[in-house]
């Protein structure tokens, strides 16, 4: 379990800044997703306002697609 406390003690600043950003923009829900060529993002107003987006960004250098909105 050693790499899973050293991965959480790297982690806890990241969710600090989610919280700030989370509070920021008055989202309840967001989740971020990092795999080797994309990166992505989804997020809730918790029903306000009709928001719930997703938004992609491919890094692979092969196809440029910024974060968009589906």
């Known amino acids: 379990m050693g790499e899973f406390a050293d991965l959480s003690k790297d982690l806890i600043p990241v969710f ?41 960004r491919d890094r692979s250098g092969n196809l440029e697609i910024p974060f968009i909105q589906k």
Request: with cysteine; proline share 0%.
């Open 16 to 56: 600090h800044k989610i919280e700030e950003i989370k509070a920021r923009y008055g989202i309840t829900s967001l989740s971020l997703e990092s795999f080797h060529t994309i990166d992505q993002f989804y997020g809730s107003h918790g029903g306000k306002e009709h928001f719930m987006g997703c938004r992609r």
